[in-house]
């Protein structure tokens, strides 16, 4: 199974300011059909996951452009340009190879 | 637009059959579009996937339960349904339905692991 550890588990960030996060993955994601399959989901306090960014950088519908995505082979990151409020929760990334597995998840709060 | 709703009982004894069922609603599970998950998360934990399925029936899961999981689908009702059997103490969790979004591409179509919409997930407890 491909691992995918995240860096740092926990990101206490002022309001406003940039956070970022970062993944790894112990084999390239790279696809036999040249795309690379890694995204990233924020889970809020008491709530399902929802997908912000998928194919490393396409951010989903309805996703604010304070979030982007970036990176390739086996090294990602999760950028928040200003975080929010309302950015609180945990952030997961995950990739397509089977079976499907998950970073360990990356808890950002508000200091 | 689409929405998922699991069901099931929130308490099931050890060494029986977990049964699950996710409801498709706003749209049709039949779409070629999409694949369909199972995904776990034990309380303050992090996520397991546990399987998919395709709107053809064909299957894909995890191989640490493999051996005891039986994903189906049935189009007739819009659902999608788990069975995880001789279940223990550690299957406790919070089980969520899921949909994959499938990338297509020069004629074929691979799933993406984007989970676009998600359940509010069921919790289920395994205890006597």
């Known amino acids: 199974d491909i691992v995918m550890t995240q860096t740092p588990l926990s990101s206490p960030v002022t309001l406003g300011q940039p956070a970022s996060i970062s993944c790894r993955s112990s084999?390239?994601?790279?696809?036999?059909?040249?795309?690379?399959?890694l995204s990233w989901l924020q889970q809020r306090p008491g709530q399902p996951p929802r997908l912000l960014i998928y194919?490393?950088?396409n951010r989903f519908s309805g996703v604010p452009d304070r979030f982007s995505g970036s990176g390739a082979g086996t090294d990602f990151t999760l950028k928040i340009s200003r975080v929010e409020a309302e950015d609180v929760g945990v952030y997961y990334c995950?990739?397509?190879?089977?079976?499907?597995?998950f970073g360990q998840g990356t808890k950002l709060e508000i200091k | 637009q689409v929405q998922l709703q699991e069901s099931g009982p929130g308490l099931v004894k050890p060494s029986q059959t977990l049964s699950l069922t996710c409801t498709v609603s706003?749209?049709?599970?039949?779409?070629?579009?999409?694949?369909w998950s199972w995904i776990r998360q034990p309380a303050g934990k992090g996520l397991e996937w546990i399987g998919r399925?395709?709107?053809?029936?064909?299957?894909n899961y995890n191989p640490s339960l493999k051996s005891r999981v039986t994903i189906s689908v049935d189009t007739s009702k819009n659902q999608f349904s788990l069975k995880l059997s001789s279940v223990t103490a550690a299957d406790t969790a919070v089980y969520y339905c899921?949909?994959?979004?499938?990338?297509?591409?020069?004629?074929?179509?691979?799933?993406?692991?984007?989970?676009?919409?998600w359940g509010q997930g069921t919790m289920v407890t395994v205890s006597s």
């Open positions: 899921a949909r994959d979004l499938l990338n297509c591409s020069g004629g074929s179509c691979y799933p993406a692991g984007a989970f676009d919409i």
């Open positions: 706003g749209g049709s599970i039949s779409s070629g579009s999409y694949y």
């Open positions: 399925i395709y709107t053809s029936g064909s299957t």
């Open positions: 084999q390239s994601l790279v696809h036999s059909d040249g795309n690379t399959y």
């Open positions: 194919k490393i950088s």
């Open positions: 995950t990739q397509a190879t089977q079976p499907y597995t």
